[in-house]
Structure formats: C-alpha cells, structure tokens
C-alpha cells in the first residue's frame, strides 16, 4: 500500500512539473522583466489583465507625511510580434523588442498635479494648486545578453512641466521567461529648471502667501534611487505583484522649504486577474 503511495505521489509530482513547465513555455514575455506587465502569453493577438493593489507612499514629492491608496491595476493590450500595443489606466503607449536586448517604448500618459490638501498638516498651504497635464515618455533598456539578466535603462519625460530624465543598471533574478520573479533598479534622476521648480520652487506669491522662503532651483541632479519588482503567477490567471522604491533627493532639491523630508519612498501589493 505504501508503494502504491508513493507511486501516485510521484506521479502526481510529475504532472505539476510538467504542467508548470508547459504554462512557463505557453507565457514567454516579450522580455521576462517583472515591472512590466505582459499579459499576451506570447501570442499574437488580444490581452487582458484587471486587478486593484495598495500602495503606502508619500502624500507628495517631498513630503513627510504618508497615505495609504488603491490603485486600479492590469491593462488592455495588442500583440503583434515582437510589438505590443497597450492602454493601461491613465496611458496609452508602445513596446517593441529588437535584436533580442534591445526593448524600446513610448507613451503618452497624464501626470497628476499636486493641491493643498495633500498635505493633511497645512504645509502646503499658500503655495495653490499644480496644474495637470500630458506627458510623453520615451524609454529605452539595452541587455547585455538575450536573457535579460543585466541592462542599463533611460528614460525621457517631456511634459508641460518641464522636462525629466532617468538613467540607471538593472539586475532580473530567478530563470523564468514569463515575466515573474524579481528585479533590481539603480537610477539618477536628472530635471530641467521648469520640471525642478513645478515640484520644489516657490515664487514670490506663493512666499507671499504661505510664509515660505522664496526658492528657485536649476536644472541638474534630482535624485539617486532603487526600485525593486516582484511579480508571481499563482496559476494560470491569477498573479501578484509587489513593488517598493526609494529615492534620496540631492542637496539642491533637499534646500526647497517645500522638501519636508531628504527622501520619497513607496511600498506597494496587489493581485491580476488575466483573462
């Protein structure tokens, strides 16, 4: 009877080893980065993925204060190739691999304004609303091998705001090609006047009426920072991520009486439902 056990059990084992293998075969990604979502499977043709996450983060650029916040996750997107096509929340944009390590995109997405209110202690008080607006992204990852395994990324922001621009080493953990398993980013961050004084500067009004020091910033370093991705399937439809960043702001930044804290950082969880 034990035998018998036994050999159902291995039997057993062996189907769910061979099916995983099967399903990691069926859900190439495009490239198999956890931070970006690929819902296609590896197939040609439509995709979709709906879920919601929490994130823990700070109440706005430079605060001290943190707030707690759901965010819708998951996308809508076209495969063709090696070229997806995507509208995933408040975005619209393209990614498309070539000769294997190199992966381009473009988006247009809408970047949020900041308001008084954020700020739950009146530290923003006097200082008026940001505007929103359109913002287009350009970025671009270069590997040093088909795998994935280590690359160096930049990345353009132009935005009515001004303008911001990322540069950094990443690093992919784990043997998956399905996008799951985790990641590692370092950056420097660098902004233009307009950009830097949108978040940080404070005009002669706004001095005026919230009694802060009136700062101008220029152009130059933003900040330093890594980010970590983790992405897991649970089976064939249901998938968790985790995402936690951290950002040190440089010294120019950390001056501006409106950076009550020498950092920015965020933690956030959540579950996709693919269709």
């Known amino acids: 009877m034990k035998k018998v056990t036994s050999l159902m059990l291995a039997l057993l084992l062996q189907g769910l080893l061979s099916q995983t ?3 990691q075969e069926e859900r190439t990604a495009l490239v198999p980065l956890p931070s970006l979502d690929d819902f296609t499977r590896g197939e040609d043709g439509w995709a979709f993925g709906l879920g919601l996450g929490i994130e823990y983060e700070t109440a ?21 190739g090696n070229n997806i096509f995507y509208w995933a929340g408040e975005a619209i944009g ?30 923003l008080d006097g200082l008026g609303d940001n505007d929103e607006g359109f913002e ?3 970025q671009g990852r270069y590997a040093f091998s088909a795998d994935w395994r280590y690359w160096l990324v930049s990345r353009v922001v132009a ?16 043997q998956q090609l399905d996008g799951s398993g985790s990641e590692i980013n370092l950056v420097a961050v660098f902004h233009d006047s307009e950009y830097a004084n949108n978040d940080f500067g404070i005009n002669a009004q706004q001095a005026a009426a919230s009694g802060l ?8 370093l933003r900040s330093v920072g ?28 950390r001056s501006s009486p409106i950076a009550r804290s020498n950092y920015e950082t965020e933690v956030g969880i959540g579950f996709i439902y693919i269709f």
Do not use: H, M
């Open 21 to 23: 293998a099967v399903a």
């Open 60 to 80: 706005y650029e430079g605060s001290d204060e943190f707030d707690f916040e759901l965010q819708p996750a998951g996308a809508v997107q076209w495969r063709r």
């Open 94 to 123: 393209w990614r498309g691999l070539r000769s294997d390590t190199w992966l381009l995109e473009a988006l247009v997405g809408f970047e949020e304004g900041r308001e008084e209110s954020d700020s739950d202690k009146g530290y």
């Open 136 to 138: 287009l992204v350009l």
């Open 159 to 174: 935005s009515e705001n001004g303008n911001l621009g990322l540069f950094g080493v990443g690093r992919r953990f784990g």
């Open 213 to 220: 020091n009136e700062t101008r910033l220029s152009s130059g």
């Open 226 to 253: 890594i980010d970590y991705n983790y992405r897991y399937n649970i089976n064939k439809n249901w998938q968790i991520y985790g995402e936690a960043l951290y950002e040190y702001f440089s010294s120019d930044v």
